[in-house]
């Protein structure tokens, strides 16, 4: 499956942002989605995940409760939406699919990866 990540931009601290990736070739309905990210100088960390059927979600403790990730099989889209920003969520963000998954938060785990989109909170 080929995954293209959009949404990435400047926004001012307490801002908003809302990251789409877009899935195409394989059938995306059986696929866990999981959102990760690297900040400049750091380790790839989990961001966020939804479980094949979309039942469950995971969320990484410095994100809970600001972020929530969703999908639309309709539109073999998964986003992220990002609110009350903060300058250490920037980092580049990055898409991924783990066929017929949980959502795990392991980055071993996933299949497939979209190329990042980067996002920059400004203080």
């Known amino acids: 499956v080929q995954l293209q990540a959009s949404g990435g931009g400047v926004v001012q601290a307490g801002g908003s942002l809302r990251l789409s990736c877009a899935a195409s070739?394989?059938?995306?309905?059986?696929?866990?989605m999981g959102w990760f990210r690297r900040a400049p100088g750091k380790d790839r960390e989990f961001v966020a995940s939804?479980?094949?059927?979309?039942?469950?979600?995971y969320y990484a403790d410095s994100v809970k409760g600001r972020f929530t990730i969703s999908r639309d099989n309709a539109k073999n889209t998964v986003y992220l939406q990002m609110n009350s920003l903060k300058p250490e969520d920037t980092a580049v963000y990055y898409c991924?699919?783990?066929?017929?998954?949980?959502?795990?938060?392991?980055?071993?785990?996933?299949?497939?990866w979209g190329q990042g989109t980067l996002v920059t909170v400004s203080s």
């Open positions: 991924a699919a783990q066929h017929y998954g949980m959502g795990s938060t392991r980055a071993s785990a996933y299949d497939y």
């Open positions: 070739g394989r059938t995306f309905g059986n696929y866990a």
């Open positions: 939804i479980h094949w059927t979309g039942r469950y979600t």
